[in-house]
């Protein structure tokens, strides 16, 4: 049996609706991380759980029982804690969490100078 759908008006404006859309978006878009690529991140980045808890702007404890398999947050909380790690430089992947490496500030700035070098031939 299916049920009559019903159109209902809401006086949002187009800012209030777009912001809307996006968060949906966001939550929608995000594979939610394990506690074990939590746990992955954090120590590839050498970031504690106080400054991880912090960045993500939830409460330590949360963190805490997350990683050791007490509990799952709620999704904003879990998306906060991804972007959180993702901001720090980790990119989670398939096949796990990776972070990228390093390049060294005068080396890129010598690939940028030869880059350009080349681009002028």
């Known amino acids: 049996m299916s049920l009559p759908l ?7 404006d187009t800012e209030h ?3 809307i859309w996006q968060r949906q978006q ?3 878009n995000l594979a939610m991380i394990s506690p074990q690529q939590s746990k992955g991140a954090r120590a590839m980045l050498d970031m504690s759980r106080s400054d991880l808890a912090s960045a993500a702007g939830i ?40 972070l ?5 500030p005068h ?7 030869i880059s350009k070098a080349m681009d002028t031939d």
């Not at 019903?6 to 949002?12: A, D, G, I, Q």
């Open 59 to 98: 409460a330590e404890r949360t963190l805490v029982d997350f990683e050791r398999g007490a509990r799952t947050p709620h999704a904003n909380n879990l998306a906060a804690i991804q972007r959180a790690l993702e901001n720090a430089g980790v990119r989670f992947t398939d096949h796990g969490v990776e």
């Open 107 to 113: 080396v890129a700035s010598a690939i940028d100078t």
């Open 100 to 104: 990228p490496p390093k390049v060294d």
């Open 17 to 19: 609706a777009t912001l």
């Open 6 to 12: 019903r159109l209902v008006s809401c006086n949002l």
């Open 26 to 28: 966001e939550f929608c």
